[in-house]
């Protein structure tokens, strides 16, 4: 799933560069295409850089950007869309992968967070229960 992943955001992103290729050279077509471009080849950058990482934290947070982007190309190609901007259909073919890609990092960053917020309720359950037991124990009615 890892490397299908990344292949497929890789994919998205140069089905991006290529749609923004069609752009008129306007003021409008220009900036939109700019931010696209940044946003939608940056989701496979950034998932590639979290399964690469050096940490479960590291991991948690490249993958956070990695759908922060996914959202903002979400956006811009709904921008696309409705003000016209390149190819209708691929503009629209795009929009659904986007948002499928958007649903899948979503849920990868999910479960990793869920996963270590089940082990830091762990590690306060029996933290606590360690200091209570310490604490009952400077009382000798309590000694166990």
Request: glycine letters at 6%; hydrophobic letters at 40%.
């Amino acid at each position: 799933m890892k490397t299908e992943l990344e292949d497929r955001t890789k994919e998205f992103g140069i089905r991006i560069v290529r749609l923004i290729r069609t752009f008129p050279k306007t003021v409008d077509g220009i900036e939109v295409g700019r931010q696209l471009l940044r946003s939608g080849t940056s989701i496979g950058a950034n998932y590639r850089e979290a399964n690469r990482a050096e940490s479960k934290s590291d991991f948690i947070h490249k993958v956070g950007i990695a759908e922060k982007e996914a959202s903002e190309t979400v956006y811009w190609l709904e921008i696309c869309e409705a003000a016209p901007l390149g190819d209708a259909n691929e503009v629209r073919a795009l929009l659904k992968e986007a948002g499928e890609l958007l649903a899948i990092v979503t849920t990868i960053g999910r479960k990793a967070k869920g996963k270590t917020r089940r082990l830091a309720s762990v590690a306060i359950l029996f933290t606590t229960l360690a200091i209570s037991l310490f604490s009952l124990s400077r009382f000798p009615a309590f000694r166990f």
